[in-house]
């Protein structure tokens, strides 16, 4: 139980005295009631906004609930001063043991602090990357990439149950592209002179190996063959070749699913077609024509097309949406609906992180959801902005590989995983993120990914330095040592269950980087008072005693920068080269 859960759970016993002592009335909704850190901490360890939540119902006012409150809490051994503040907020200061408490938790629990069961084993499908199987992965999909396996990992640690799922798209006229694409590398390996790619084509160099693997297999056999005989067999083999690629790069940021889930399996099973009968039947299907685009002018031409609708509209979006166009073939909405009937069967929620190209099918694709699991799997869609491309401030484009784009597996080969990975997580999802390769692998305190891992370093080399200090690592520490700046830093690290927690459930893996920043500038700050002050050094000189407990302190810290890092699929580094 995080710290902040356990003086929840003491004030929970407050308000069942008060109830019992008819202060407060019986059934009282406390949902809303919450204990966190105080937006100040000058003012105090903890805040509660009981009083302001749970008023209006009792028949009192806020401060007054406050005032009944207070002396009920100033009761708890381990509170030392309660202040009602402002209309009726709650601010409380914990005794100096009760933080030295914490950090031996923080030390006994290990890589376990800050994994919670909020979760109830609920389970979630993360859908993330599913960038279309036509080459390697650039670092609009990195990101997006990174967002949900952190996501995946944070919800894990809070309790959830996770499938971590790439839907292929492969059913669509692209993947019959790149088809044409590897063709003419099949017969560029033959020692054709293909000249220039056609536009339209995919030019990359990564389709050429492809081109002659299937030289090597199959000679000349549909060198000069007709289209219809070659495209399906080439198709499926660029498909999962371009998937092996997407593995591979995604392996290089210690990225795995759990599923690949196949568009054109789905529709080869019939599931697109069940979809659309389970909402036929509920009545949520109808042949129909849309409405005349607003876009176009009172000149222009148009005519209304029957199509199979959705009423989408509804569910609160702005239209209903065909599931089929005109000529009986899937809309790209018709298997998208499918797709997520079939996920929500074997889910509670379900999470998707999309490019922000793709803004515009949210709605309809959450109208889908809540009508075919009848409201049971609420689905939320995380929307991606793009990576921008510097080096020394100067913007960066092309790729021989690509043809058109850098490649996550550039980037990753150039500045490290930990570091794409960090750098990644910096930004809110829906802000642009600008990538420096130059500012990155910068040694400053300006480079988030630096300044965090130099503080686990720092923390390395003051356990490998501690025998130098005389310190018996084999000793009990007296935290009794430490004192209010240094259990200032204790606090803050107990906030570490809590930030799990919430970035979990708001599905913003951010929040941890953030986090692990702010944690890392108060360690840094208390470190640099030795640099003038010897005495306040972490291993001061002839003090063994206080040396220790210090280092206990710091072996804390470290272990909660180690455990947020891990969620953020970043490796605590232990000495900066």
């Known amino acids: 139980m995080s710290l902040y859960a356990q003086y929840a759970a003491l004030l929970d016993e407050v308000l069942d005295a008060l109830v019992e002592d008819g202060e407060l009335p019986a059934g009282l909704e406390r949902r809303n009631v919450t204990v966190e850190p105080p937006r100040d901490p000058a003012h105090g360890d903890l805040a509660t906004n009981a009083a302001m939540v749970l008023a209006k119902a009792a028949g009192t006012n806020p401060r007054a609930l406050a005032e009944l409150i207070k002396p ?19 601010n409380i200061r914990l005794t100096a043991d009760a933080l030295r408490d914490e950090l031996r938790i923080i030390l006994a629990k290990g890589d376990a602090y800050g994994l919670s069961t909020i979760g109830n084993n609920e389970r979630v499908n993360v ?7 036509t080459g390697p992965l650039h670092m609009g999909h990195c990101r997006g990439a990174v967002v949900g396996d952190s996501l995946a990992r944070l919800l894990e640690a809070a309790g959830f149950r996770v499938t971590k799922e790439y839907y292929v798209n492969d059913a669509g006229a692209q993947v019959d592209t790149l088809a044409r694409s590897v063709h003419l590398r099949y017969r560029e390996a033959l020692g054709e002179d293909i000249g220039d790619i056609p536009d339209g084509m995919y030019p990359g160099d990564y389709l050429v190996p492809v081109g002659e693997l299937l030289a090597a297999e199959y000679a000349n056999r549909y060198a000069a063959a007709p289209e219809d005989e070659w495209l399906e067999p080439f198709r499926e083999r660029a498909i999962a070749a371009m998937l092996d690629l997407i593995r591979h790069d995604l392996g290089l940021l210690g990225i795995h699913h759990d599923l690949f889930s196949s568009e054109a399996e789905l529709q080869r099973t019939g599931a697109v077609e069940t979809g659309l009968k389970v909402l036929r039947d509920k009545g949520l299907v109808y042949e129909g024509a849309l409405e005349r685009p607003k876009s176009l002018d009172a000149h222009d031409e148009w005519e209304p097309v029957e199509l199979t609708l959705f009423r989408s509209t509804r569910f609160g979006d702005d239209q209903d949406r065909p599931m089929k166009k005109s000529d009986g073939s899937w809309t790209y ?75 996550l597996a550039e980037v990753v080969e150039e500045v490290g995983k930990d570091v794409v990975r960090f750098i990644m997580l910096t930004k809110r999802t829906d802000s642009m993120l600008d990538f420096d390769f130059s500012k990155v692998v910068e040694a400053s305190k300006d480079n988030p990914v630096f300044y965090v891992q130099y503080a686990h370093a720092r923390i390395g080399s003051l356990k490998r330095k501690s025998g130098d200090a005389g310190v018996d690592l084999s000793s009990k520490a007296d935290l009794s040592l430490l004192d209010g700046e240094e259990l200032a830093l204790v606090r803050f690290a107990a906030q570490y269950p809590r930030v799990v927690e919430s970035a979990a459930i708001a599905h913003e893996p951010h929040r941890l980087a953030f986090y692990l920043h702010d944690l890392a500038a108060e360690f840094h700050s208390l470190w640099n008072q030795g640099n ?31 455990s947020g890092l891990g969620l953020m699929g970043v490796t605590a580094t232990e000495e900066m080269r």
């Open 72 to 90: 009920k809490l100033e009761a708890i051994p381990t509170i030392t001063a309660v202040e009602v503040a402002g209309p009726g907020f709650i």
């Open 333 to 407: 909405f018709g298997s998208d609906a499918a797709y997520h009937f079939q996920k929500a069967r074997a889910a509670d929620h379900l999470v998707n992180i999309w490019g922000a190209d793709h803004a515009g099918t949210v709605k309809r694709v959450q109208a889908a959801v809540t009508a075919l699991s009848d409201g049971r799997v609420d689905l939320d869609v995380k929307l991606v902005q793009m990576v921008r491309l510097f080096r020394y401030g100067e913007p960066i484009k092309m790729s021989k590989r690509s043809g058109d784009f850098i490649t």
């Open 127 to 133: 859908e993330y990357v599913s960038a279309n199987p």
């Open 532 to 562: 003038d002050d010897p005495g306040r050094r972490f291993l001061v000189e002839n003090n063994p005693q206080l040396s220790r407990a210090r280092l206990e302190l710091a072996l804390g810290i470290g272990q909660v920068i180690r």
